[in-house]
Nanobody, 123 residues
Framework: QVQLVQSGGGLVQAGGSLRLSCQVS????????MGWFRQTSGKEREALAT????????VYSNIAKGRFTISRDNAKNTVVLQMNSLKPEDTAVYYC????????????????WGQGTQVTVSS
């Protein structure tokens, strides 16, 4: 059974930082593409960062570029999203996701999802 269990998140002031973590089990983590997405009420889920299973192709959305960093630890089956310089508009539910194949960039390509974690940035 594939499980993605997220931790981190919470409330932070604008300009602050948060670290989201995603512990993966039930699949060969080192061979899976990993991604971070977020969704706010009434809006579609949007991609933030994706990383291919080999760690050689990391893609950031314009929202995340320069502020967010995705990283993975294959020994611990964990992927992390470090978020810096947070803004009130970053308030959303954040999700990690896993996908097989050679690469995956959009949410529709990811079959496995974490439970989501709320991030709230106060002004």
């Amino acid at each position: 059974q594939v499980q993605l269990v997220q931790s981190g998140g919470g409330l932070v002031q604008a300009g602050g930082s948060l670290r989201l973590s995603c512990q993966v089990s039930g699949l060969l983590f080192s061979r899976y593409n990993m991604g971070w997405f977020r969704q706010t009420s009434g809006k579609e889920r949007e991609a933030l960062a994706t990383e291919r299973w080999g760690g050689r192709d990391t893609v950031y959305s314009n929202i995340a570029k320069g502020r967010f960093t995705i990283s993975r630890d294959n020994a611990k089956n964990t992927v992390v999203l470090q978020m810096n310089s947070l803004k009130p508009e970053d308030t959303a539910v954040y999700y990690c996701a896993a996908a097989g194949g050679t690469s995956a960039y959009t949410d529709s390509e990811y079959p496995y999802w974490g439970q989501g974690t709320q991030v709230t940035v106060s002004s």
